[in-house]
């Protein structure tokens, strides 16, 4: 993926997937069609928070480990992460097995998946081979971003659905 330019697309489409299958989870109480019908007017922001979040968190983590924090074999396009990391969130969408109620553990479960493959994608992508220097270029960008999204949630005052780049969706309000 790192090197396939014509994935851009499925990342994206996947990103959007991952963020707003939690909420289609967790609002399904009358089944799937009254989730929908519950979460179909803030899956434009979601789909869009997550776009935003994940463009902004790969960005960050392009800049923190090409420039700050590279080590000498670094080298890596902003495009690269935004297509690795794409794809690391699609465990994502497993969260959507949460409309069953014993599988509600799924979210975590989910949510750890995506943190360990996401960490994953940007020490291949990266070519690191610190495992301290990736999780400190991961946990940097990571922070960055959910601090930016919250600020701009907080300046919006809306209850909109804030996506962090690694856990999903979360609702805040």
């Known amino acids: 993926m790192k090197a396939d330019k014509g994935v851009l697309g499925q990342a994206m489409g996947l990103v959007v997937l991952s963020h707003v299958a939690g909420p289609i989870a967790l609002f399904t109480p009358g089944g799937l069609e ?3 019908a519950a979460v179909a007017p803030g899956m434009i922001w979601w789909s869009l ?18 420039k700050l924090l590279p080590e000498p074999q670094t ?9 690795t990391v794409g794809f690391a969130m699609s465990p994502g969408i497993l969260q959507l097995l949460a409309i069953i109620p ?10 750890v998946w995506v943190i360990v493959a996401t960490v994953i994608a940007v020490r291949q992508t ?12 991961c946990a940097m960008g990571w922070i960055g971003t959910s601090v930016f999204l919250d ?5 919006t005052a809306s209850p909109i659905l804030v996506s962090g780049p690694f856990l999903g969706p ?4």
């Not at 979360?170 to 309000?173: A, C, D, F, N």
């Open 34 to 36: 009254a989730g929908l």
């Open 126 to 137: 990266l070519g690191y081979h610190s495992t301290l220097r990736m999780i400190a270029v």
């Open 75 to 83: 080298h890596a396009t902003h495009n690269e992460l935004l297509r």
């Open 102 to 111: 014993v599988l509600l553990p799924i979210m975590f479960v989910a949510g």
């Open 49 to 66: 928070f997550g776009l935003f979040g994940w463009y902004l968190w790969a960005f960050s983590t392009y800049l923190i480990g090409t």
């Open 170 to 173: 979360l609702l805040i309000h």
């Open 151 to 155: 600020v701009i949630k907080v300046i």
